[in-house]
């Protein structure tokens, strides 16, 4: 049976890149002493859906997600998780200003039909219309009335797939507060920098979505960073990718896919196919049940050490741009 606490008030707490605020995290004796309720549940059904969108088609991208989000609901899922940019697809020489919508807009409408419909929680990525003329990479976390509960625009452009001259970055990190504890959201490349992660566990982070379009040969940037990110951290992470073949520039580019939930101790308790190069792809909904407050509490307890001797007035250097 899944365990749901009852419905909270969710807060959204949003750091400026940058700030530290020197909270360090382990037990829930701990956390009270900070004036953090613990909030995560006993048991946690988490779906992750690794999407293989068909590129610049929203229509059929919405069709496909109504299907996957039932399957979602039939299994018992507390929260529904899709990728980055999963209305569209991510790349595919498409012109995003052609695709991107406020939020509230139509992306986001549709997400929260379909999460009152299943009465579930769902994350997801999307091409956000900003001020003006911007556009910004964004996912968003809807509850399970519909309502829109937090929205984060993704800070850390690609430089080497030429993001920058894209997208509008984002300038905070953002964790909220829900009845499923304190969630985090980062999306794709900005989730290789281990600031990202020490940021969203300073702000009190139990669990932080992980939205991307990682691609091939990235394989083992997956594998290394985020294992490290979740055990350093001590926070549960769930890394939703894209799955699928489209172009960057004219040139082939590959999702593999390989979806998958790290426990807060770094060690991966579910993961959906690696599809290689090449391989017949398809999308694929992993969803498993989380022991989560009780592994949560149990590696905060034995690795609360990553976070408690922590010396921050030694780290002004990493606020510093210059490359050596």
Not at 50 to 64: A, I, M, T, Y
Not at 105 to 120: D, E, M, P, R
Not at 159 to 167: D, V, Y
Not at 264 to 284: I, K, M, Y
Request: charged letters at 25%; glycine letters at 8%; one cysteine or more.
């Amino acid at each position: 049976m899944v365990f749901h606490q009852p419905c909270i008030k969710p807060r959204v707490l949003n750091t400026p890149v940058g700030r530290d605020d020197n909270r360090a995290k382990f037990s829930d004796a701990r956390l009270e002493q900070w004036g953090i309720q613990p909030m995560m549940p006993d048991s946690l059904t988490v779906g992750i859906i690794q999407f293989k969108p068909e590129w610049g088609d929203v229509e059929k991208n919405l069709s496909e997600t109504s299907r996957l989000l039932s399957e979602a609901k039939k299994n018992a899922c507390d929260i529904a998780v899709l990728p980055e940019m999963w209305p569209t697809g991510m790349y595919g020489d498409l012109n995003m200003h052609d695709f991107k919508e406020p939020i509230p807009g139509l992306y986001t409408n549709f997400l929260a039909q379909l999460a009152k419909k299943n009465s579930f929680f769902i994350v997801a990525g999307m091409p956000e219309r900003g001020t003006g003329n911007a556009l910004h990479n964004a996912a968003v976390m809807i509850g399970r009335d519909g309502r829109i509960l937090a929205k984060h625009r993704k800070s850390h452009p690609y430089s080497r797939l030429g993001e920058q001259l894209i997208w509008t970055p984002g300038n905070e990190f953002t964790v909220i507060e829900t009845d499923i504890g304190r969630v985090g959201l980062l999306i794709c490349y900005e989730g290789d920098f281990p600031e990202s992660w020490r940021a969203n566990a300073l702000m009190g982070a139990d669990i932080v979505f992980h939205v991307s379009a990682y691609e091939s040969p990235c394989e083992n940037w997956w594998d290394k960073f985020y294992p490290a990110a979740s055990l350093q951290n001590v926070l549960w992470a769930v890394l939703c990718n894209t799955v699928g073949d489209t172009v960057f520039q004219g040139k082939p580019l590959h999702f593999f896919g390989r979806s998958r939930i790290l426990a807060p101790d770094g060690e991966v308790c579910a993961q959906a196919p690696t599809v290689r190069l090449g391989e017949n792809s398809e999308s694929f909904l992993l969803v498993e049940t989380l022991d989560a407050k009780r592994k949560l509490d149990e590696a905060r307890d034995k690795y609360g050490n990553f976070l408690a001797d922590r010396r921050p007035e030694m780290y002004g250097v990493l606020s510093k741009r210059n490359v050596p």
